[in-house]
């Protein structure tokens, strides 16, 4: 069976980079590794991604963005992670159903028991064995996410950046209570420096991790 890693943390914590690293160091290391993403990650969660994070949509409730993320989780799910963990593979994913409990459930104020139910529903048994949370500032975050969506050509990906500095300390607030309550699993990253600090302290945690697996 293979191996499943999240990474998570508020806009701009420096996610997306840090898990080409993480992917091109594992497969320096001889396992097969797959790189995916959330919201998306297959054809039809991608075209659910493109509704949920387009900033024209500023009409959508938090109940139907809740069900979006759902119904996208469910299909890249079946479509994508369980297919690769079944092949043995490291499935590294950028986000999970932790970024629901964060952005929706302490960000938007949605009930906690109902995400969690809908997490469930979404992703069977499937469960993250290791969560790499990479937190920072959300003034850095939001300061790099903005410079970032500024060089992007095309549309940009950018409703959750024009929510408020609350709503966004609200999320990282509640990544770092998630973090709390299950110790085992996250590994909390400072992310606040240099992209090279960071990487190494993923890296010891992740081989550190895959190695207690392999000793079952």
Sequence with gaps: ??????????????????????????????????????????????????????????????LTELLLYAAARAQHVREVIEPALEEGEIVLCDRFTDATMAYQGHGRGLDLDVIGRLNNMATGEVR??????????????????????????????ERFEQESLLFHQRVRDGYLALARMEPDRFVVIDAAGGIGETEAAITAAVRERIGKLAKG
């Design 1 to 62: 069976m293979g191996c499943f890693i999240t990474m998570e943390g508020i806009e701009g914590c420096g996610k997306t980079t840090q898990l080409r690293l993480l992917a091109t160091r594992l497969g320096e290391d001889g396992y097969r590794v797959t790189v995916t993403r959330e919201p998306g990650g297959c054809p039809i969660a991608d075209q659910i991604r493109n509704i949920l994070l387009d900033a024209n949509n500023r009409a959508m409730t938090p």
């Design 128 to 157: 993250p064995d290791l969560t790499l949370l990479l937190d920072c500032p959300i003034e850095t975050g939001l300061r790099r996410a903005i410079s970032r969506i500024n060089r992007t050509e095309g549309p940009k990906e």
